[in-house]
Every structure is written in C-alpha cells, then in structure tokens.
C-alpha cells in the first residue's frame, strides 16, 4: 500500500521557522523524485521544491530559494522541509507528491501537474 503522510504544520509567526515531514510508505526514495507543491485558496499549485536521490538533484522554486531546504532521511524513508524566514505569502497547504522526475526549467523547480501519488496536506499559516 503506497502512502505519502505530511505533519509538521501550523502557525507560525512571520520570520520564524517551520520543519515539515513527508514519510513514505510503499515506495522506495531511490526511485521516485519527492516534490514539495502547496496551494493557496483560490491559487493555482505552486512548486515548492523537489529532491532526486537517483539524480542526485535538488531544486527549489523561485519564491523559496534561499529560505527553504529539502533533504532526505533514507533509513526512516521521509522527506522534510525546512522553511525559514517565513513569510506570510507562504501560507497554503503544502503537499508532498511523487513523480518519476522533477519538472525543472533553468534549475528552478515547477509544479508539473497532478503528480503519481500525493499525501493529504498539512496547513501552515504565517501570521502575526
């Protein structure tokens, strides 16, 4: 049985700090490419960030770079999410999704449409 499961979301004031987990059950790292996607109510998907450990490859989308990293724990098969200096533009519902590859242009990461598998979400709102 695949399964993606996000945690790690909330509020958060602006400026501060948020780690978000993706723990995948039923497929293997190795094999698939883990994008972080989020979307905000009444916005199209945004890319956030996607990793490749075939690939060797990591790459962000433009309004994260420099602010947001993702890095993966092979043992515990999870992908996380670091997100610091937060903004509150950055409030949505973030999803972790995989796909057979990152949809990259100019080494800048692109939500590429409805991924193979998706997890449920987890909110994260940056407020004051």
């Known amino acids: 049985h695949l399964e993606l499961v996000e945690s790690g979301g909330g509020l958060v004031l602006p400026g501060r700090s948020l780690r978000l987990s993706c723990a995948a059950s039923g497929l293997s790292l190795d094999y698939y490419a883990i994008g972080w996607n989020r979307q905000a109510p009444g916005k199209e998907p945004e890319g956030v960030s996607c990793i490749s450990i075939n690939n060797n490859s990591t790459y962000y989308g433009d309004s994260v770079k420099g602010r947001f990293t993702t890095s993966t724990d092979n043992a515990k098969n999870t992908v996380y999410l670091q997100m610091n200096s937060l903004k509150p533009e950055d409030t949505a519902v973030y999803y972790c999704?995989?796909?057979?590859?990152?949809?990259?242009?100019?080494?800048?990461?692109?939500?590429?449409?409805?991924?193979?598998?998706w997890g449920q979400g987890t909110q994260v709102t940056v407020s004051s």
């Open positions: 999704a995989a796909y057979v590859a990152c949809t990259v242009y100019r080494n800048t990461y692109y939500y590429g449409g409805a991924p193979n598998y």
